[in-house]
């Protein structure tokens, strides 16, 4: 007699703001996800959502556990636990009201991440990953950090500063900081699936 595997069904969607630290003005998604997507996922949704590129290391912080992909040769990946194990609910449950999301750990890009809210399942409306609001333009990869991208906005601003052409070859024209598309996030985060 064989044995199906049946994957489980998300019972909770959890809706969760994240606030991009250390920048002003504030850079910030809200997005929904099922209980049942891996941490793993749960990085390539924010990042999707965000705007950054997947090019860089990252980790969480969950009620004093780290987690992500651990790694023999990196020396600062010995207390990590693998996210591909673990589930959205499982490190979130019901108690888990706030975490932290960190990228490129050279730059440095600190998240906050906010529960908003833990809402039923809903087939076919919430039950998959999804973008629902956000404000202003994710910084461009490789900027710097935040000090890094408060230069490089103030150098694309201001065509007199010195380094105005460096920064708008470097960037390929124009950046509008303001610029945020939910359809562009949405469409990243279908890619996903």
Request: glycine letters at 8%; proline letters at 7%.
């Amino acid at each position: 007699m064989s044995t199906k595997f049946k994957r489980a069904l998300p019972r909770i969607a959890y809706q969760l703001r994240i606030e991009l630290q250390h920048i002003e003005p504030l850079i910030w998604r809200r997005i929904l996800v099922p209980d049942t997507i891996k941490l793993a996922k749960l990085d390539r949704v924010v990042q999707a959502a965000m705007g950054w590129t997947n090019s860089h290391l990252h980790d969480w912080h969950i009620e004093q556990q780290r987690y992500g992909i651990p790694d023999d040769e990196w020396a600062g990946s010995g207390d990590m636990r693998d996210e591909r194990k673990f589930t959205v609910g499982a490190v979130l449950g019901e108690q888990v009201n706030e975490f932290m999301y960190s990228y490129d750990f050279g730059d440095g890009w600190d998240h906050r991440i906010t529960v908003e809210e833990r809402l039923p399942i809903q087939e076919g409306c919430n039950d998959w990953p999804m973008c629902l609001a956000g404000e202003n333009a994710c910084p461009p990869e490789d900027v710097g950090g935040p000090p890094g991208y408060m230069d490089f906005l103030r150098a694309m601003r201001d065509p007199r500063h010195e380094q105005h052409a460096e920064y708008w070859s470097w960037w390929g024209g124009p950046f509008d900081p303001t610029g945020f598309g939910i359809n562009a996030a949405n469409m990243a985060i279908r890619k996903l699936r």
